[in-house]
């Protein structure tokens, strides 16, 4: 009763908020695409010289794939294997590949009473013996899994992700299988086709191959969209712009962001913020989901209202993060869905996008020593396209350093905004908040602050992708033209919204940024 109360509670500011124009909403609804589909295996028909894919008609448009463990081995070498996600998606930069990736974890990942570690004990456990007790597992790396449609299979390729990040290290396993290897350019356009005009999903299914026997068994059977960028656990819970496939959109930038329920109303101003003023064009949000079905789906109803405009407009998708419940992993409850979200997030932009970022709510971007006229003008793709490193010109990834607001209300009197309950902000920067900006060709390791796994320069093979890190400086490293401004972290810095005494106070141009010359 207390969740629904919120609920209520939510959309009465939601209206207030949007009427006094900070919120962008729309009094029409459209109804939420959150259903479930189901549709008959792929077949082939090798008497024809344009072999075609023929699906069954779809019954619902929701997930064609939910997370769980299966068994793969044989009867005296069962092991396990849980697929947390699933997707296909296609290559910025080269249309004729197309991908389908498999998100998975080991058994031995089930066990663990933790999958994350706080700054605190990152640098004191580093500072000791410079290793962290994050116990590896390789319990499925030599293990050799198919992907199958019809009866054409290629083999899935293990993406190494070893990043610099520990919380990512050997916690989610990333396969990937080339899907433009078993299909032919017309049998692509053609299930491409057959995907727009009928909404129909892709059966794959992923084989794991015996090596004392040869033999082959099922893991599982997935069905994915082509034309909805609906995958995993993660529910694409708004519509696509215009009806336009997902693999045709075109964003020079995806901003993935996790909310909880209790942050939707701040995050407008997140969004009204980084799209008009720092120039980010499609921002991909994650919604933490942990209620019972019906006040969720209320939840992801409420959001799908209030950002109409910004979803139907293709600047905003909106996703549903599974909660604590609805699946069996020992450890704490928000760290595993997000991490598993950003892979997903990263790959999905890997089809739509050239930059990927991963930052918190409380975090905003803010260029440093820009002339407010010339920063009217100016966005952040543009800058990170115009980026010239000498150490590496096919950069992998930037990293941009923290700084931390305050100076403003009490808590308690906050007026609800960061532009204006942070007027200040320190002098100082930090890397214990420090957050990245990705090139999608080259990083394929997404993270909470630095991504690690990435393509070397000049290389192409997945199996050379390396762990990298901005301190490294040369496909990775810190830029400082811009800062974080991490608006609400502070009261896990100072305590309270003072900036601590020993850093001195900066204007926090926010607001000005924000508003511009006016």
Request: one cysteine or more; a neutral charge; proline letters at 3%.
């Amino acid at each position: 009763m207390n969740h629904l109360k919120q609920i209520v509670l939510f959309v009465i500011i939601g209206t207030y908020l949007y009427r006094l124009g900070f919120l962008h909403g729309s009094s029409k609804s459209k109804k939420s695409s959150v259903s479930t589909s189901h549709v008959s295996s792929s077949t082939f028909n090798n008497n024809s010289s344009s072999i075609l894919v023929s699906f069954a008609n779809v019954i619902e448009k929701r997930l064609q794939f939910r997370p769980g463990i299966y068994n793969y081995g044989t009867s005296s070498s069962n092991a396990t294997i849980l697929i947390s996600g699933a997707s296909i998606s296609g290559d910025y930069h080269d249309k004729r590949k197309l991908w389908f990736q498999v998100f998975a974890m080991g058994s031995s990942m089930l066990e663990k009473s933790k999958c994350h570690f706080t700054n605190e004990e990152v640098n004191r456990t580093l500072y000791d013996n410079g290793t962290l007790p994050l116990r590896q597992w390789d319990e499925i790396e030599n293990e050799i899994f198919l992907c199958r449609i019809g009866k054409r299979e290629a083999t899935l390729q293990l993406i190494p992700t070893i990043g610099a990040d520990p919380n990512t290290n050997h916690i989610l396993q990333l396969y990937r299988c080339p899907l433009h290897s078993i299909l032919s350019a017309t049998e692509v356009e053609n299930l491409y086709r057959h995907t727009v005009n009928d909404n129909m999903a892709l059966g794959i299914d992923v084989l794991h191959k015996d090596r004392l026997n040869d033999t082959y068994s099922e893991v599982i059977k997935i069905y994915l969209p082509i034309n909805e960028p609906t995958v995993g656990v993660h529910e694409v819970a708004s519509p696509l712009s215009s009806n336009k496939p997902f693999l045709q959109q075109r964003h020079n930038m995806t901003l993935c962001v996790v909310v909880h329920v209790n942050g939707i109303t701040q995050l407008n101003e997140f969004i009204r913020y980084h799209h008009d003023v720092v120039g980010i064009d499609h921002i991909h949000v994650g919604v933490f989901m942990q209620h019972s079905k019906g006040e969720d789906e209320t939840i992801l109803h409420i959001v799908n209202r209030l950002y109409k405009p910004d979803i139907d407009a293709g600047t905003l998708t909106v996703s549903a993060l599974w909660n604590k419940a609805s699946i069996g992993i020992d450890c704490e409850y928000q760290h595993m869905p997000k991490i598993s979200f950003y892979q997903q997030c990263l790959y999905r932009a890997k089809s739509t996008s050239e930059f990927v970022g991963t930052w918190d709510l409380d975090e905003y971007f803010l260029f440093k020593d820009i002339d407010r006229n010339t920063q009217q003008k100016q966005s952040l793709p543009s800058i990170l396209r115009a980026i010239d490193h000498t150490e590496c010109n096919d950069w992998c990834f930037v990293t941009i350093k923290s700084s931390i607001a305050g100076g403003g209300l009490p808590q308690e009197e906050s007026i609800g905004l960061a532009v204006l309950d942070f007027p200040q902000r320190a002098n100082v920067t930090n890397t214990q908040w420090q957050k990245s900006i990705s090139r999608t060709k080259n990083v394929f390791l997404n993270s909470f602050h630095t991504p690690g796994s990435c393509l070397s320069e000049g290389k192409t093979n997945i199996s050379d992708v390396i762990k990298t890190s901005p301190a490294d400086g040369k496909c990775a490293f810190y830029i400082d033209e811009a800062v974080m401004v991490h608006v609400r972290g502070v009261l896990t810095y100072g305590g309270g919204y003072a900036i601590p005494s020993n850093e001195q106070a900066i204007e926090n141009e926010l607001l000005k940024r924000l508003i511009g010359n006016g």
